[in-house]
């Protein structure tokens, strides 16, 4: 009996209904359905069985497992967790159950009972966000038909079924599924997608401002609960991957902010609400978006925001916007690291620094294509084997980034000439071959006639037709790849000038751009498998099928097509499939002009490295026992002890990398993808040594092999990150409008008139060209747009305002920077921090507070410690209220700062290492001084 089929009984057992749904390939990409455009593959039920559904086993064998929900199971109701930081989020908010259910060990569906049948479908979705990437959280519960007076059908996939990922659905809490009231149920999914919306674009720097809004928010939302205030509070914590905060709010933190903020309420005292939220969702979302944002978490919530003091101002006045803050510089390229051509042979090494030289081009531009072409010159003959079932080939996707004009069309060429060469002389054999089998295919027809007119013995044998050798695809079409791979087991390379080609061509023959082309290639970069295709026509052949299919990619790109990779890692992109995760990206400086050097490769380095690759097209593949004739796989070599302790180190430094970030954060594809890449790498290493010393390669795989795999995987991390952060056309764009905006007159302008400045510029010939730049730019904060239009004759232009605080005065207009690192970091090893800005005392109180401040980071020699100011020079700023248990803290005597905590955590908290003992972060430097006369106003500056 199957595990399928071992559930069906049980579920049947506890009443719940069972349904037999289509199963997914992974490999092919199919589903059991027969649709090649399955837009649901392995989740839809099969027709045969819907809605009546089946327990009879063969109605499940190469099926999967569905459950009807609702009545027809005991009021069974399914919560869907379906992004990364909803499974964070639930667990605080959720009713606890004791039947759930996920993948990979996480809890992406909670099961429950609704015994007054009040749960309602509801599927809340991101207003950012398209497409399924939107879906934030399910409660799946069949609709009620009025004209059918009956609940509709719904069904949901449950363990032990088969994801389309290949990851196998489990229950990560095999109990009863817990009742709970529908109203309670429909409230708590809701609270989900409000953590969710408030954890993704609330201002990665808001912390505990953050803690303070949601207090206000759940207390006026009528939220009684302290503990369920909290609760909230710490699932956007936790789906923001913040675990020092939850732990924060736990011990007394969320706890006391509920409280402060019952007490507000109570004494009626102001509220920060929904436009505080507003004001602090993230800049770079546009206008219409964020209010969508705070419109869903309003709803969700159910808060409701009371009229602000003041209430009959003028209709149609504008709101004075959220608080500026000083700009953040625009991202620049991280510094390219070299390429570490000391880790390979001597016969590589000369002959890539001798064909960079030749050309004129960085190292890179030669080798991370010859990478390629080594790795397929290998192919499937040989693997590395890190442990039994776990083992890797030398099959690497590298794309090297420049600039046109280049050279990187006579690079790759130089990168790929041997296999040129050898590609050459397999057509050559091939020609020669092809001759002969057409003149024995024509005796066999012959001898076949006269057989068939006196039939006796056995028939004449049909000559085999041969097979041509390749190693370099230039149809990239999945039929052709398939027919190929079949012929060549080994696998094969495809090496393109312009890789942006060979993506955009995938499924250009299918309806719609639907289609397996890219589940094709995908299966290829894995290197296992079975990729089947029914040839149309030939049917008597039976399918093509290929087995553990080996499809390198290399080759170059422009620094503007970077953005149809970069956009899939950084924001989701159209199909989170992992394609983009799987490109390695080099991105080097490229060299300046200069003149004719006669530079030339050797005659012997381009001989020297042409035997090397010769002697990697000699490896073999390996027979499989037991399997029909012309089944091979690889000779796996096996890490060693030594290797073994080195790729386990390298594992946890990518684990520690990886748990750093969000658990939605697109970057963690990458990293998990280093980790096959440097067991590729180890291969590869490995097979050099062995060819280039004249020994097996059939040896153990070493420490040796592992520790360069590790150096050039992290390589390529630095190169990635460096393509990551560049690459964006309206980023680029922005750069070029700093200039001007810095020179601006005035504080405001229009779309309208920026253009007329800048239109003479090649990237800004139509108005529209700005809008990407200037998003770019608000994200940044330098500048912001205006609610109201300019007031200009003919068609309304949109506004923007400069930001106030932005320098405009420093150099080519560049912001100050915000801080070394991200917001929240720590400045360790500065030797100080110098705050200035402005003070102010209101009239008629005695509370001091501040605005517009800079942050100045000084850094201190190598060696130095940080030092205290001369003892005569302090003077205290003008004294805040007297400490209490509220505003007693490292920031007394900058009463604002005491309010604000976002500067608290902006500081990273560091303590004042010069005066152990002390708490105060900052001291007063300057004593201060009015301004102007008849007021209160004066500068200040604080050192820390």
Known sequence: MSAITEAVERYRARGWFTVPVHRPDPDAGTCSCGKADCAKPGKHPDARFWPDGSAAPAHFAGRNL???????????????????????????????????????????????????????????QDPVLTGDRATIVELRWPEWDDTEQRHKHLQTVFPPSLHFSGVTLEWTRDGEPAPVPGAELRAAVRHVGAAVLVARYAKPNERHALVLLLANLLVRAGCESDARAVAFMTAVFAARNDPDKVAKITDGEGAGAVADARKRLKNGKSMTGLPALRAMLDPALDGATADQVVARVKEWLGVSDPPAPG???????????????????????????PFPIELFPAPVTEYWAAAAAALHVP???????????????????????VKPGYAESPLFWIAVVAPPGSAKSPALARARAPLDAAEARWRADHESARAAFEAEHARYELALKDWKKAPEGEPPTKPPK???????????????????????????????DELTAFTRQLNQYRQGGRGA?????????????????????????????VSDPFTAVGGMLCPDSIGELREELRRGGAANDGWADRFLLSFPAPHAAAEESWATVPEPL??????VLEALLALELVPVEGAPAGTWRPYYARFDGAARSAWQAFTRDVAARANALAPGDAYRGVLSKLKHYAVRFAALFHCLDAVCAGRPTEAPVGEPSVARAVRIVWYFEAQGRRCLGVGAPETQAARLLVPALAAWAGDRFTKRELHRKVRGQSAFRRAGHLDGPLKELAAHGYVRALEAPGAERGRPSEAFALNPLWDRSAPGGAARSAAPGAPGGSFLGTDKIILSGVGHDGPGTANSSTSGIFVHIVHAPPGGILQPPPPAAPTTCPPGPAPTAENEGPHRGMDNMDKNARTAEFLGDQPDTANPGQNDFVRAQKAPEPDSPGTDEYPFEEVL
Not at 311 to 337: K, N, Q
Not at 366 to 380: K, T
Not at 468 to 496: I, Y
């Open 363 to 385: 190292v890179d531009y030669v080798a991370c294509p010859g990478l390629v072409v080594l790795g397929a010159a290998i192919g499937r003959a040989r693997a590395a084997e």
């Open 311 to 337: 209430a009959g101002a003028t209709p149609g006045a504008p709101s004075p916007g959220p608080v500026w803050e000083p700009p953040v510089l625009l991202p620049e390229p991280e510094a390219a690291p």
């Open 66 to 124: 569905g459950i009807k929900l609702g009545p027809v199971s005991g009021n069974l109701t399914d919560v869907d967790l379906d992004c990364g930081e909803a499974v964070a989020a639930g667990p605080y908010l959720l009713p606890a159950t004791r039947a759930a259910f996920g993948r990979n060990g996480h809890t992406t569906h909670a099961l429950y009972t609704v015994p007054d049948g009040g749960a309602a479908f509801a599927k809340l």
């Open 517 to 545: 082309d890219k589940t094709f290639w995908l299966s290829g970069w894995n290197g296992r498998g079975t990729c089947k295709n029914n040839r149309a026509g030939t049917h008597d052949e039976g399918p093509l099928v």
């Open 466 to 496: 041969p097979a041509l050798r390749q190693s370099v695809l230039d149809d990239t079409t999945t039929e052709a790849a398939r027919r190929v791979l079949r012929d060549n087991p080994r696998g094969t390379a495809v090496l393109m």
């Open 606 to 611: 381009a001989r020297g490295y042409a035997e």
